[in-house]
């Protein structure tokens, strides 16, 4: 059973900087391709930034581009997304995410694995 849970959301004003933490457990972490989303009431859920299985590669929407970085620790079995310069429009429940197997990334569907979500809330 994989397990993943998230920590590090919170309350901040615009400009300042968060980073979340989704530590997994139950497979070998080496093995997945992790991403996290995020989702606002009555929207889709999107993605805000993938890595592949040993964080070599990354990808992010224009977005947030130049503004979040995901990195992943393979021997603490977490993955990191560290979001600066953060703005209202980031106001989002934010999920970690893991895939196994095929392409290191995806969308929301190619995510077998999910975590509970964690509040980010920008405002002044």
């Known amino acids: 059973q994989v397990r993943l849970v998230e920590s590090g959301g919170g309350l901040v004003q615009p400009g300042d900087s968060l980073r979340l933490s989704c530590v997994v457990s139950?497979?070998?972490?080496?093995?997945?391709?992790m991403a996290w989303f995020r989702q606002v009431p009555g929207k889709d859920r999107e993605s805000v930034a993938a890595?592949?299985?040993?964080?070599?590669?990354?990808l992010y929407p224009d977005s947030v581009k130049g503004r979040f970085t995901i990195s992943r620790i393979n021997a603490e079995n977490t993955v990191y997304l560290q979001m600066n310069n953060l703005r209202p429009e980031d106001t989002a429940v934010y999920f970690c995410?893991?895939?196994?197997?095929?392409?290191?990334?995806?969308?929301?569907?190619?995510?077998?694995?999910w975590g509970q979500g964690t509040q980010v809330t920008v405002s002044s």
């Open positions: 890595t592949n299985r040993y964080g070599t590669s990354a």
């Open positions: 995410a893991a895939k196994l197997g095929g392409a290191w990334y995806g969308g929301v569907n190619d995510y077998g694995y």
């Open positions: 139950g497979h070998t972490f080496t093995e997945l391709g």
